[in-house]
């Protein structure tokens, strides 16, 4: 956004002067002509780049395309040009990065570009899947409708997300709590406690000698195992991003004990939510795969898909090698099987998509009440362990004495 300051002429001949927020000049110049007024002189002040404090900026959320999708949908069916349209949206939208790419799309829509061309533009907003959606909406005239149902599926990824996310914040909290209780205890209070018994002269128990080993070096160099422990997190990340590093570590998630089962329902969830809404759009199978491999974002599972493409395009069932994979479920590759046959594979995608979902919950549900003891646990064992280094030569001490 950004202010303008103008001078202009009422309809009874004064002239006045103030200034006006708005995107563009040209919006600037219109909305000061739907007040009654003459423009003489516009030009802009300063640009605003962000309204308050606000926590969107620097990235589109993906809350704030849901409802762009969902206005965008009912302004369309209510026969309002697509031009104008976005031009209303960039008024209403809070987010100022989003605002310029809603600005930009409708000078791109009114200069002759289809809407799915200028979503193309901004990858790191629309993905694939979303410009692909829109694209076929355009062809069969039923935008409206596209937009309307994309929105009702991204908010449905996004309560998904929410959700698992929600259940994590406390094993989460209490996780990392427990990291930094032990870190101050291990490099501050330990130290303070153990040299009594370092000063007795005492033979120590092997325990307690581990015990002050670890607890004086971090006492000396607790600065150093801070900075190892970011450059450790930063070098992990750069391996994560890179080709080899991420093609391991999505092996490695869906084999990971516990959480294994959850990664897997939740790529199962991606890709049948997604094929689904494609298939539904109008959208051939083999390019619904094709974009639906980007949606799933795990290695294994792309390579899956692609390689299923191949046997889509020479003829063959979708399901022919999901039922080999081990990373598919056998009652998704015969349902899936079923739907194809019977010209209804959209509609057993989307029942597949709602299974898996509740599957989600629950599964996550179980993961928070087998968290919460196994956490009990391991903070009984490491309390009890450090108590019991520092109690026994105490104990060996006094009675020594006594």
């Known amino acids: 956004m950004a202010i303008y300051k103008y001078r202009a002429r009422t309809q009874q001949g004064k002239v006045s002067s103030g200034a006006v927020e708005a995107v563009t000049e040209n919006e600037a110049a219109e909305l000061l002509a739907n007040k009654g007024l003459i423009v003489l002189a516009l030009a802009e002040t300063r640009r605003k780049t962000a309204r308050g404090w606000n926590i969107n900026l620097g990235r589109v959320k993906q809350r704030d395309i849901v409802i762009f999708s969902r206005q965008l949908s009912v302004m369309i069916s209510a026969t309002v040009p697509v031009v104008q349209a976005l031009r209303i949206l960039a008024q209403q939208t809070a987010n ?28 790191k907003v629309f993905s694939h899947f979303y410009v692909a959606m829109v694209k076929s909406g355009e062809t069969s005239g039923r935008l409206d409708e596209i937009l309307q149902y994309l929105a009702d599926q991204m908010e449905k990824d996004y309560d998904l997300i929410s959700r698992i996310k929600g259940a994590m914040i406390y094993p989460v909290f209490i996780i990392v709590g427990m990291i930094v209780v032990g870190f ?85 969830v991606r890709f049948t939510r997604g094929l689904s809404t494609l298939i539904r759009g109008g959208v051939p199978i083999a ?108 104990f060996q001490i006094a009675q020594s004495i006594s």
């Open 96 to 123: 100022p990065i989003f605002i310029e790419k809603i600005v930009e799309m409708g000078n791109d829509v009114d200069g002759g570009m289809k809407l799915s061309s200028a979503l193309s533009k901004h990858g």
């Open 287 to 394: 390019v619904g795969l094709r974009i639906t491999a980007e949606v799933v974002d795990n290695k294994a599972y792309q390579k899956l898909i692609m390689d299923t493409v191949d046997e889509v395009e020479g003829g063959n069932s979708i399901s022919t090698l999901f039922v080999k994979s081990k990373l598919m479920p056998k009652m998704l590759s015969q349902m899936m099987n079923i739907g194809e046959r019977t010209g209804k594979l959209d509609v057993v995608l989307e029942k597949l998509s709602e299974f898996y979902s509740r599957e989600i919950d629950n599964l996550v549900q179980g993961l928070t009440s087998l968290i919460e003891p196994l956490i009990l646990v391991v903070m009984g064992v490491g309390v009890g362990g450090m108590v019991a280094a520092i109690m026994l030569p105490m």
């Open 184 to 268: 101050l205890m291990m490099t501050f209070v330990v130290p303070n406690m153990t040299a009594i018994l370092v000063e007795s002269g005492a033979e120590l128990p092997f325990l307690t000698k581990i015990l002050i080993t670890i607890s004086d070096f971090m006492n000396k160099n607790w600065w150093m195992v801070i900075i190892g422990v970011v450059v450790l997190i930063g070098i992990f990340r750069l391996w994560v991003r890179s080709k080899a590093g991420h093609l391991l570590w999505d092996a490695v998630k869906i084999q990971v004990p516990i959480f294994g089962a959850l990664f897997k329902k939740i790529y199962i």
